[in-house]
């Protein structure tokens, strides 16, 4: 496969049908990279594509002072490129490398079946974890570390409970207020993208967001899961103070997989590089799975401050 084989091609011309199916149809798809994703967590996104949809790689972009660039939307762990069976180096390379020109700037996040080695790139690891849900509870919970399994208890001894939430803007106002000082970074047009996320998730039976409750009837923990390709995604949660004091998202966690225990689903937990946070992961028997960011600067030296 050469760079000239690889077809760059603009959000308008994309055929959809095709493009789902290629992603409905990879292993390693995933749900950031369905259109409908897409099309709700970013303002705009392109393609490349080889073949008759055989492999493709979304392209989310935009401009800054009329300069092109390629980035990671927030709440999409991993893009790449995706096909039916995993790609070859060489053949992530020759995407990578086909990336046009006019976008000067390049900060993406592959998926795992996606092995960069182009020097044109800088290359860096990431973790996430994975828990494999059809092993059955018995077999799950045998693995639950000692620390997991006290503050299971410690939950259930502090009366909270666990029960689905349908309503969306509670939801996004208490993991936004939750999370403003944790990650700033995350903006209210974020959530409002989130939001379009989980409103389509949850009317196509594809998302769930379970809610902690404490002895009050007060929510003090809450996340979204989404799920496609037999992957289920803990996208979006947080505690609050009482929710971490009473340990309640221990307790949440282990409700879904009681309720989605011996399904063929994988829970992924969408990271993370934290130690802290790699641990709480790791207590439920995760393990962890390495993926690959990738960064071209192409930028004139002078403008170099475009990537800040």
């Known amino acids: 496969m050469s760079n000239s084989e690889i077809r760059f091609i603009e959000y308008k011309n994309i055929d959809y049908k095709k ?4 992603i409905g149809a990879s292993p390693f798809g995933i749900a950031y990279a369905f259109s409908w994703y897409l099309d709700r967590i970013c303002p705009h996104w392109d393609a490349l594509v080889w073949g008759d949809y055989l ?12 300069i092109g660039y390629v980035y990671q939307p927030f709440f999409t762990q991993q893009l790449g490129v995706f096909s039916n069976f995993p790609p070859e180096p060489e053949i992530v390379n020759s995407f990578l490398n086909a990336i046009p020109e006019k976008f000067r700037l390049t900060d993406m996040k592959l998926n795992l ?17 994975h828990l494999h849900l ?24 502090n009366k909270v409970f666990i029960s689905p939430v349908y309503d969306i803007p509670m939801f996004l106002d208490f993991t936004q207020s939750n999370l403003k000082l944790k990650s700033p970074e995350v903006k209210p047009k974020h959530f409002s993208a989130l939001q379009k996320v989980i409103s389509f998730a949850l009317y196509n039976q594809s998302g769930e967001i379970y809610g902690a409750w404490d002895s009050t009837n007060s929510l003090t923990a809450a996340a979204f899961f989404v799920t496609a ?49 790699a641990r709480f992961y790791a207590g439920f028997g995760a393990t962890p799975q390495t993926y690959f960011s990738v960064h071209q600067n192409r930028l004139p030296q002078f403008l170099r401050f475009l990537k800040k």
């Open 229 to 277: 390709n037999q992957k289920s995604i803990y996208l979006a949660a947080s505690s609050n103070s009482t929710g971490t004091e009473q340990s309640a998202m221990f307790l949440l966690i282990d409700q879904y997989i009681q309720n989605n225990a011996g399904k063929h689903l994988i829970l992924d937990f969408e990271g993370s590089n934290l130690p802290g946070v």
């Open 134 to 157: 059809q092993t059955g509870l018995e077999f799950i919970q045998k693995n639950y570390n000692t620390n997991t399994i006290r503050n299971i208890q410690k939950a259930i001894q």
């Open 19 to 22: 493009w789902d199916r290629c």
């Open 113 to 129: 079946e996606n092995r960069p080695t182009s020097r044109s790139f800088q290359i860096s690891e990431n973790k996430t974890y």
């Open 55 to 66: 492999y493709v790689m979304p392209l989310v972009n935009a401009s800054k002072m009329g």
